[in-house]
């Protein structure tokens, strides 16, 4: 019975997306990074990102980051400043206290701007932090 059911809610999971110094290209880039701010371990942690405006598009990229222990942080992927004009999402899915827990987060087009970057915890860097 659909009442039977329990629909587990992932708190303290985010995506938040990086400004950072890049010494190879001695440049500046974005990057997203997945924060498990958990007191527990994430296992077999899958990440999928796309980014979309209308007809405009995206790949569909998967990223399996596998376990991210409690309190610590795994860069996802680079972001393109062409990507920054569409919308980003980034579906989460994980296995915690032996459920499975998924999540979704996104940053609307445009909303990634330097001018908005506050300190991200864990990570300690500048960056944009998904909205919950």
Do not use: C
């Not at 110094?21 to 974005?30: A, I, Q, T, V, Y």
């Not at 579906?91 to 506050?118: G, M, Q, W, Y």
């Amino acid at each position: 019975m659909k009442k039977d059911i329990e629909i587990p809610v992932a708190k303290d999971v985010h995506v938040a997306i990086i400004r950072e110094w890049n010494e190879e290209f001695l440049s500046k880039e974005w990057n997203a990074y997945l924060i498990n701010n958990r007191t527990d371990t994430i296992e077999m942690t899958i990440v999928v990102s796309k980014g979309f405006d209308g007809d405009k598009k995206t790949s569909t990229m998967r990223h399996g980051i596998g376990i991210l222990e409690p309190k610590s942080f795994k860069k996802i992927e680079f972001i393109q400043e062409e990507v920054l004009a569409l919308n980003n999402e980034f579906f989460v899915t994980f296995f915690a206290e032996n459920k499975l827990f998924e999540k979704r987060f996104l940053f609307p087009k445009h909303a990634i701007k330097e001018s908005d970057l506050i300190n991200i915890p864990i990570v300690d860097k500048e960056g944009i932090l998904s909205k919950d």
